[in-house]
């Protein structure tokens, strides 16, 4: 740079020429040039370069330059109608999107319906609804096959023939389980205190996880 | 603030002694503080901040304060605070050390307000050299266009076994998923109990205690129990109303007695 | 570019490395960070530039190539703090009068605390104070809060547990320094001793400053 500079002030210093002052150097002109269409908010002409830049200078012939140097660049200098600005290069235009991964729980009726699914594969949606006693949204469906945690089973040889849901492997990876036979049974989840929240009244919770056990079997049953 | 040395020559040159001890006292709001009027003050003696004459920058500010009272001027308390701090400070300087008081010398004090004075001006320095850099905004600059970064937002969603076991514990034990309805295992309704009692009351041609129409199965647990109380009684209500029994108790809380109509003995 | 663009293919089919995709060659690691800083008016640090990057590049090296790349240009690659941005070259600042920004100007008592707070940082409200001898406006703080030039430190551990001020990467910035290290005179000042807390003698009232000394030696010590 100070190379440069003293070029600058030679060229400055010869008079007798046309000008009153003589035009900087072209190197330094580059750099005027570099430096005004960088900070500048708009595309700027090759007046108005020259009209903030000193007396004799062609920024014309700096633009020339720079553009050379800037090719190949991730960077280029680029005409927009008379006018002229910096742009990324646009093969890099993927940088300029920021990918966020963003890590978000799953909703209540998914988990509910993944559940489902885990522990009474193969399961048609009506079956679903039925465990769920509320309908399952299409989106909840979606969103579980798109995660590829579900995926469809066999149809039902049943009237109609409704598809069934299975869990996959992807699922397994992300829940550490070997098979959904690890999946702990109800009796397994009240002693692990899940499910003391307002245990139902009387036997009938009782019966209910002792049919749960059976019903599983069934159900897991290759 | 003025750079001009303050001088305070007595006698001769009164006008321009008074005026620059009001150029001080007028301004005294433009002073940042009486350590900014010590360190005016301790230019006019023209030397080194850490070799100034303490004891004489002392003087100056007591001149200084004395002047702004004479002139009926107040003064903020920070300055008085000052003033009499370094009055004590002469006395310290002036009179021979006294071995037996305890606390710093009157040199140690001296040389802790010459540094004060010194650090203030190297502050002051600092900021001037730092305010003449080159600043962005001013001598140099960003980026004009500046290029917006989209932020694409993958969601990843996640969930833990025990999510997935609690779900299905919820789903399972319906605690909250069914509509919501009152538990009805342990509550005789009055219309159950009305068709419990009413082939019952054909046989009951004498008085008998309402108790023992209860269901059998709803007699063991206190709950259960007092809900077909209740319902039976209501029942029993239902059927007078109708006039198919008849009720009586002998006194309040005695038991109640139903008998069926119309069949005296 | 062509060539470049021939060795990134390379350099991404060559397989058998760690990563599951080789990093592209530096020289195209240095366009990818050339065209992030371009884009962006804020400094951005490795982390920030490496996370758009494809996977295993070396941001900080890219840089180091940069910054030669860019020597004596008339946009310069500059460290601000731990990040990095373009600026023009100072030089010809005398250009952009089309740019210049009219700030605030600052009072005297703003000036003075900011640069108490830099050669002083972390420090306390009542150490300004005792360096100023005069009490420091709230006004003042919020000014170059809101600048954005100075920012809460960490509490000092002394009783009460006074807040502390430090300057912020945008005060770095805004003066062209790389570090509080760079700024004018830090050396000479410490060496005549004016950056220590030296308690009045005899202690009295000045307790509060007792730990100011070894907080200041965290920020400056190398």
Do not use: C
Request: charged share 30%; net charge negative; no cysteine.
């Amino acid at each position: 740079m100070s190379e440069e500079r003293n070029d600058r002030e030679k060229g400055r210093a010869g008079a007798g020429e046309p000008g009153l002052f003589q035009a900087p150097p072209m190197a330094e002109q580059e750099r005027m040039v570099e430096a005004m269409l960088f900070a500048s908010a708009e595309p700027l002409s090759v007046a108005e370069l020259e009209a903030r830049m000193p007396m004799g200078s062609d920024a014309a012939e700096a633009l020339q330059h720079l553009r050379r140097r800037y090719e190949g660049r991730g960077v280029r200098l680029v005409r927009v109608g008379e006018r002229w600005a910096f742009r990324t290069a646009p093969d890099l235009g993927f940088l300029m999107s920021h990918e966020v991964v963003e890590t978000r729980k799953l909703s209540r009726a998914a988990i509910e319906t993944l559940a489902i699914i885990a522990y009474h594969q193969p399961v048609t949606r009506a079956e679903i609804e039925e465990i769920r006693g509320v309908s399952v949204s299409r989106g909840t469906i979606d969103q579980l096959l798109e995660l590829e945690w579900i995926r469809l089973g066999r149809r039902r040889m049943t009237p109609g023939r409704p598809v069934t849901f299975v869990v996959t492997e992807a699922f397994l990876d992300h829940f550490g389980l070997e098979s959904t036979r690890d999946l702990p049974g109800l009796k397994e989840l009240r002693a692990a205190g899940l499910l003391d929240s307002r245990p139902l009244p009387g036997g009938q919770a009782e019966e209910e996880e002792d049919g749960a056990a059976p019903g599983q079997g069934e159900m897991f049953d290759d | 603030m003025s750079d001009e040395p303050v001088t305070m020559p007595e006698g001769e040159d009164a006008v321009a002694a008074r005026r620059a001890a009001e150029a001080l006292i007028v301004d005294v709001d433009g002073y940042e503080g009486p350590l900014d009027v010590l360190l005016t003050l301790s230019r006019t003696q023209k030397v080194d901040l850490r070799r100034i004459s303490v004891l004489q920058l002392a003087e100056q500010y007591l001149a200084f304060v004395e002047r702004a009272r004479a002139l009926r001027i107040e003064l903020a308390a920070d300055y008085l605070v000052m003033a009499a701090w370094l009055a004590f400070l002469k006395s310290r300087l002036l009179l021979p050390p006294d071995p037996t008081e305890e606390g710093p010398t009157g040199e140690e004090l001296a040389a802790h307000l010459a540094f004060q004075l010194e650090r203030l001006q190297a502050m002051r320095d600092a900021a001037a050299r730092l305010m003449g850099r080159d600043r962005l905004g001013r001598d140099f600059f960003a980026r004009g266009v500046p290029e917006e970064v989209t932020m694409k937002r993958r969601v990843r969603y996640t969930a833990t076994l025990l999510d997935l076991m609690q779900a299905y514990a919820r789903v399972r034990t319906r605690d909250e998923f069914r509509p919501y309805a009152m538990e009805r295992e342990d509550v005789l309704t009055m219309q159950e109990a009305l068709e419990a009692l009413r082939p019952l009351i054909g046989y009951a041609g004498d008085w008998r205690r309402l108790s023992s129409f209860l269901p059998p199965e709803w007699r063991g647990d206190p709950v259960r129990r007092r809900s077909a109380t209740a319902a039976t009684f209501a029942a029993a209500l239902e059927l007078a109303r109708q006039g198919a029994v008849e009720l009586r108790q002998e006194e309040t809380f005695a038991p109640i007695e139903i008998r069926r109509r119309g069949e005296r003995q």
